[in-house]
């Protein structure tokens, strides 16, 4: 069992940035990966960036070169870096981890960017 608790939402002017965590307990040893995922009102929920537990990342192609995913030394806190932020990344944003092949949600985190 993984439990992930997510933080560093809010709200923040287009072209700022903000930086979500996602904190990991329980069998963090088992965790292989970790994915943000978002998702806007009335639409799906979109995968947006992930890393596995060798380091490789990979991006979505709409935030692709403005926003980073990275995990702490100990591979227990995973980050997404989102800068230069569009009205259109507004979403609730979920962190997933794929641990002993079971995936582990977090409770989401609310990300508004408006003027």
């Known amino acids: 069992q993984v439990q992930l608790v997510e933080s560093g939402g809010g709200l923040v002017q287009p072209g700022g940035s903000l930086r979500l965590s996602c904190t990991a307990s329980?069998?963090?040893?088992?965790?292989?990966?970790m994915d943000w995922y978002r998702q806007a009102p009335g639409k799906q929920r979109d995968w947006v960036a992930g890393?596995?537990?060798?380091?490789?990342?990979n991006y979505a192609g709409s935030v692709k070169g403005r926003f980073t995913i990275s995990r702490d030394n100990a591979k227990t806190t995973f980050y997404l870096q989102m800068n230069s932020l569009k009205p259109e990344d507004t979403a609730v944003y979920y962190c997933?981890?794929?641990?002993?092949?079971?995936?582990?949600w977090g409770q989401g985190t609310q990300v508004t960017v408006s003027s």
């Open positions: 997933k981890v794929f641990a002993a092949a079971n995936a582990y």
């Open positions: 329980g069998s963090i040893f088992s965790i292989t990966s």
């Open positions: 890393i596995t537990n060798r380091g490789t990342t």
